[in-house]
């Protein structure tokens, strides 16, 4: 229990209490934490401390805001985002592409919503896939979930040259996923180079995802080449407290 209020009760040492409750199991995964007013009760602060204890925890990953009714205890078991299978021939022969692998490595049922649509590439994009200003793109924009639950946000933009005519416009492209299908179209992919940013959750996130506006997510933007081709980008935004990013680098 955190010391009595008058002697200087700190968030830090209510959030501390609370995640050692937390990870002991006290409070199970769905359950509702105690109210912020019987928060601050037992650990004798006022509802300013239990406040920012409680969204320290959220920004954990323990916690999970539900509108102004409180908090409920998240699930904490990680999935393992590795490099070492996830893209490769093998899974993609097994009729799995990146995101089912990652769940079919976690035990866990994937569900994909896709929203796929023709459109002119913005700059940004034709620029990273080498193309000419004002070029097609195929857009498959898509809400990635695990379990029922929302994990990822996935934008991928590919030269229309490219996908014209195969499952890729299709709103289900089929086993193995896009890149399988780039395969069979003659794009033999080669490499793919990934950066990784920290950001927060904007408003629309939020609410695509379910969580708090402001939460951590990964913010991931992967480019897959054929040769010295680039032949896809892809926007990522992923739940920070559900993944954990496993990479499997040689030592040359």
Known sequence: MAPNAERG????????DLRRRLEAGEFQAGQW???????????????RTIAQATHQLRDEGYLVARSTA????????????????RLSRQERRAGRGAFT?????????????????????????????GLDAGTE?????????GDGEVLQLATSYLPRSITAGTLIEEQSSGPGGIYARLEEA??????????????????QEAREMQVSPGEPVYRLRRIAWSGERA??????????????????????
């Open 70 to 85: 409180g908090w409920i205890v998240r699930e904490q078991r990680s999935i393992v985002r590795s490099t070492r299978n």
């Open 137 to 145: 793109v195929c857009v498959r924009e898509r809400i990635m979930r």
């Open 101 to 129: 692998t990652d769940c079919h490595e976690a035990g866990i049922e994937p569900d994909v919503s896709n929203d796929v649509r023709l459109q002119t590439a913005p700059d940004e994009v034709a620029a990273a896939l």
């Open 231 to 252: 032949v896809e980008l892809n926007d990522i935004t992923i739940t920070g407290h559900r993944y954990e990013l496993v990479y499997e680098l040689p030592a040359e």
């Open 33 to 47: 934490l105690p109210t912020v007013r019987q928060l601050a009760i037992e650990y004798a602060a006022n509802n």
């Open 9 to 16: 009760t700190t968030w830090q040492q209510v959030a501390a």
């Open 186 to 203: 003659g794009y033999e992919l080669t490499r793919y180079t990934e950066r990784v940013r920290i950001g927060r959750a904007s408003e």
